[in-house]
């Protein structure tokens, strides 16, 4: 059986679920808040040396981190080939990686600023952060219409949620249509938009404020 460990209103986690949908495997989910002790104990053990989440267990194979777990989906189920196929993995990789560390990550500053200090964030680090973002929209536009144009790969599990809250955080304006038309895309995706219904309940936690667009 495939178990895997999250939170619904977590890019992260979304971007595990969506290569499982992708995919059509089976797996029971796991909701890590403090009504599930035994489910936080098990990732605090098993989510690497911070104890992050997702994580998935395979039949007794344990895995943290997002990329790696698609990795081993690929790699170990037949039907999850696709989301790494051969001859396109280097490409990928790098694309994941892109929208990881350079829209995720960088959007995620904003954020825990503003959980730091809800009255009194560092406006100038926000303001950073928004500004790497509009950046990397510039760099992504160009090549924005290329994705999402078939099945999906591990690129397209890693764009959606991060794209999805980027967008909250800084807005992707209209000088970047291409890739306002990927995130659209990519939220119109019966994989993706389980997650955002799991997700609705819980966006008042987002703590910019969610918009009422998506």
Request: contains cysteine.
């Amino acid at each position: 059986m495939i178990e895997l460990y999250g939170h619904p209103f977590s890019s992260y986690t979304w971007k595990a679920q969506i290569a499982l949908h992708a995919a059509d495997l089976d797996y029971k989910f796991h909701m890590l808040d403090p009504g599930h002790p035994d489910n936080l104990a098990f990732v605090a053990e098993n989510g690497g040396p911070f104890g992050k989440f997702p994580v998935l267990d395979d039949a007794g194979t344990v895995v943290f981190e997002a990329t790696s777990i698609i990795e081993h989906l690929a790699a170990h189920h037949q039907q999850a080939s696709g989301l790494l196929p051969s001859g396109r993995a280097e490409k990928l990789r790098q694309m994941d990686r892109v929208f990881d560390n350079y829209v995720m990550n960088v959007m995620q500053v904003a954020v825990d600023e503003q959980i730091r200090s809800p009255d009194a964030p560092d406006k100038a680090r926000q303001d950073e952060a928004r500004e790497k973002l509009r950046r990397v929209y510039a760099w992504l536009e160009p090549r924005a219409d290329a994705l999402c144009r078939g099945r999906l790969t591990l690129v397209e599990c890693a764009a959606a949620p991060a794209l999805f809250y980027a967008d909250w955080v800084e807005e992707i304006g209209a000088n970047c249509p291409d890739l306002r038309a990927l995130r659209a895309r990519l939220l119109s995706l019966p994989e993706v938009v389980r997650c955002v219904d799991a997700a609705y309940p819980y966006r008042h936690l987002f703590p910019l404020g969610a918009p009422d667009r998506d």
